[in-house]
Structure formats: structure tokens, C-alpha cells
């Protein structure tokens, strides 16, 4: 409970504000909300949250506004725990409307607007602001986990032995002139290896003080070079991820090196020029928390670490439990820092019986969602099967009672050649389903 210079955690909150302004004006400017969530019919729904809908049109949209109102005020420094709990119930709600809108980065902006919400500040008489040493290192914690988790996904057959999926990243259009001649295997080498070693020591680098200089050099190396390596082709687009953790950095340097740092700058921030927190206790005349508040009450936040703590530590966990390979199955993906291990060429047709052994008609699944909401199925069998359990009630409204729904599913992960994954003659509306375990209708992997 002991108060610590909030000077680094301040830094952090106000550039992940700035990224998430930039995040909410690119939604707002390409009508992401209409196309997202409004235009199509039918959505891919999380486990458990099949339940969760759409506002309103007039409130759907107006939601990108509000977050970028609440990312400004984060990067300003005002009503900063409103508006990172208001951010996190919003950001976290979008996230959830459909799988096809989840990556990681979303996940670790919506966290990390939860966290934002616990850093009370209190203003000592010398200047310095301070907030809980918890509120830090569970923020710090956050950044280690998504590191760390990510390095541990790629202890796999395919990214050590295959060099996948980097191969397949690399022979895009815009990096393809990189596999050419002896300078393709060091760079795919280079790659490889310094991305599996990167994301395992670069946490214990940042938290040790004497290597943190060379960490954050060797943080913006890591992340500019994926911003040409991995905002294109197929790997999608990784937008601010790159500028989030960068200043997540600042999360594990000593307020004297930031207060050092910020003073050279022409425009004072930040109050730069305030002495730094000082190591021994103050007296009774200058007090510094205020213990009544709930992020300072000892049973609430040793509930939140512990709560919070083993969901980010067992959850990333939860693909042992799946039997088969969950490159192959997709299962159990997501909310876990698996980034960019998976790569996929497919090749589908769906189809659609007015009753079992009738006439099949071919079933277009872009007439019904977008571009996102089709490449996620298309890779995916367990969401296949649940955009054509969502597409039941849409056929029956147009007359067709009981559907049979069926699928031509060819899939090649991380450059192998496609394999059906699902069986042809399968009632993807029929299967039973069962969260948490392996779907024994999805076809094994032939070529491991």
C-alpha cells in the first residue's frame, strides 16, 4: 500500500492516450461502427456471450466518440479513473460484440483502461503526485504477461523447425524481395529467433535496472521493424500496438530517469522540474494516501491481485486442455498472447438443404457479413460452425424451416497445403458444441 511517484505511470496513461485517439479518429473516419456492426446480419459470437447485442444504431455510433473522449482525457491527466473505467466498459463492449474484431492489442487497450481506473492520485505538499506501488506493478505485471505469454506461444514445432508463420508473412507482396538469396534465411533467421528470445527476456530486462536503457533501445528496434514487416500482407494490420508498448517502457523506469529525461525537452511536462519521491517515510504532516478510498482498503486489493492475476496467468493456459493441435483446430486462441504463430490459406463453399437429402443450394456467407466476420470463418471450423448455427433462424425467416447447412472447408495452416477440416457431409446446424472442449467433429490434421 505504500505510495510511489506516479511519474511513470502518468508518461504511460497519457501516449496510450494519444494511441487510442488515433485509434477511435481511424474508426470514426472510415465508418467502422456502420460497417462493422450495423451492416451485417447475422454476428460470430464469443462463448458465453451470445447473449451480448448491438445498441441502438444512433448509440452504436456515437460510441467511437465517446472513447475518443475518454482517451483524451487520459492523455491530459483529467478524470483519468472515470474515464479509464468508462473507456474499459466501452472498448471491452465493442471487442465482444464479434469475434472478428478481436486481436490482442484490443484485449490489452481494454485492460489496460481497467487498470487506469485503480490510480488514484494523491498530491503530496512538495508537489510530487503519487498513487498505490499495487496499481504500478500490476501494471507492470500486465506488460511482463503479454511479453511473456507471447514468447512461450511460439515454443512450437512450426515456428522453431518450419520458420512458420514468418515464411508465409515474408512472401507477401511488400516483403517478398526479402526471401531472395542468402539474405532471406538470415532475416527469417533473425526473425525467428530473435522474436522467440525477444519476447522471453525482454521482460526481465526491463524489470532489472542496470539493462533497462539497452531494453527500451532494443524495444524500438523490435517494434518499428514489425510495423514494415507485419502491417502488411497477410499478417492484417497490427496498427498502435507498436507506439503502446514502446511507452509501456516508461512503466519500469525510476521517476528521476523520466524527470531527467522530460527536463531536456523544450515544453515542460509533466512537472518536470518536481524533486523525486523521496525514499524515507514522511512525517504526520505530510500525508500522502488516503485509506479510505477502495483502491487503498487491504481486502479489495488483495482480491483484484489475486482475481486479476491468476485470470492472466491460467487463462493464456486454457489450449491443454484442447487434444488436438489448436494451430490446426483454432481452438482456444484467444485472450491468450498468441500472435502471430498462425497463418492460413483457404479455400470454402457452404451450402444449404431445404431438408436432408434435398437439393443443396450454394449458401454465400458475404451476403449476410462482412469481409472480417468471412476471413474469421474461413479459418476458423469452430466459427464456421457458429455462423451457420446464426444463420438458422435467418433461413428460416425466408422460408426454410429446418436447414441443413453444409460445408466444403479446405484449410493449410502455416504454409501446408489445404485439407478438408470439416467433413462435407456434416450439419454444421446440428452439432453440439461444448466450450472448453475439443470439437472431435473438426478432422484431424494430416499433414503434422
Not at 510511489?4 to 496513461?13: E, Q, S, W
Not at 465508418?31 to 450495423?38: H, I, P, T
Not at 473505467?85 to 484490443?106: P, Q, R, T, V
Amino acid at each position: 500500500m505504500q505510495p510511489v511517484d506516479a511519474l511513470p505511470l502518468r508518461v504511460f496513461r497519457s501516449l496510450f492516450g494519444i494511441a487510442m485517439m488515433m485509434e477511435m479518429i481511424y474508426l470514426l473516419s472510415n465508418d467502422a461502427v456502420n460497417k462493422l456492426v450495423l451492416l451485417p446480419q447475422v454476428r460470430i459470437a464469443y462463448d458465453f456471450f451470445g447473449w451480448l447485442s448491438p445498441l441502438p444504431a444512433p448509440l452504436m455510433r456515437m460510441l467511437p466518440a465517446l472513447m475518443l473522449v475518454a482517451a483524451f482525457l487520459l492523455t491530459i491527466g483529467k478524470w483519468t479513473r472515470a474515464a479509464g473505467i468508462s473507456f474499459f466498459f466501452m472498448h471491452f463492449y465493442f471487442l465482444l460484440l464479434d469475434k472478428s474484431y478481436y486481436n490482442n492489442h484490443m484485449y490489452l487497450y481494454s485492460l489496460l483502461g481497467l487498470l487506469f481506473s485503480l490510480a488514484e492520485e494523491t498530491k503530496r505538499k512538495d508537489g510530487v503526485i503519487t498513487v498505490p506501488n499495487w496499481v504500478l506493478r500490476i501494471m507492470q505485471f500486465q506488460i511482463v504477461v503479454v511479453y511473456f505469454y507471447g514468447g512461450l506461444a511460439k515454443i512450437n514445432p512450426d515456428w522453431i523447425f518450419r520458420h512458420e508463420p514468418v515464411l508465409s508473412i515474408l512472401k507477401a507482396p511488400q516483403t517478398a524481395w526479402i526471401l531472395e538469396g542468402s539474405l532471406g534465411t538470415m532475416v527469417t533467421n533473425l526473425l525467428v529467433w530473435g522474436g522467440l528470445f525477444y519476447d522471453l527476456g525482454i521482460p526481465f530486462l526491463l524489470l532489472y535496472r542496470k539493462t533497462r536503457i539497452a531494453a527500451f533501445i532494443l524495444c524500438l528496434v523490435f517494434h518499428v521493424s514489425n510495423v514494415f514487416i507485419f502491417n502488411t500482407g497477410e499478417s492484417g494490420t497490427i496498427g498502435e500496438f507498436p507506439f503502446v508498448m514502446i511507452s509501456s517502457c516508461f512503466l519500469f523506469f525510476e521517476p528521476d530517469v523520466i524527470r531527467k529525461w522530460l527536463g531536456k525537452l523544450p515544453v515542460k511536462l509533466f512537472q518536470a522540474k518536481q524533486q523525486p519521491l523521496k525514499k524515507k517515510m514522511p512525517d504526520k504532516q505530510q500525508p500522502i494516501t488516503a485509506s479510505v478510498t477502495i483502491v487503498n482498503n487491504y481486502s479489495f486489493v488483495l482480491s483484484f491481485i489475486c482475481v486479476y492475476g491468476l485470470i492472466q496467468l491460467l487463462l493464456p493456459l486454457r489450449h491443454f486442455l484442447i487434444t488436438d493441435n489448436v494451430l490446426w483446430t483454432g481452438e482456444a486462441n484467444n485472450f491468450a498472447w498468441r500472435m502471430k504463430i498462425r497463418s492460413a490459406d483457404f479455400k470454402n463453399t457452404m451450402w444449404v438443404r431445404a431438408e436432408p437429402g434435398g437439393p443443396r443450394t450454394e449458401l454465400h456467407p458475404i451476403g449476410f457479413i462482412n469481409v472480417m466476420q468471412h476471413t474469421l470463418i474461413s479459418q476458423s471450423p469452430i466459427d464456421m460452425m457458429k455462423f451457420a448455427k446464426a444463420m438458422v433462424p435467418v433461413l428460416r425467416k425466408r422460408g426454410i424451416a429446418n436447414p441443413v447447412i453444409e460445408v466444403d472447408m479446405e484449410l493449410g495452416i502455416n504454409g501446408r497445403p489445404r485439407q478438408l477440416a470439416i467433413d462435407s457431409t456434416l450439419n454444421l446446424a446440428a452439432v453440439r458444441y461444448t466450450p472448453w472442449k475439443h470439437a472431435e467433429w473438426i478432422l484431424p490434421q494430416q499433414n503434422k
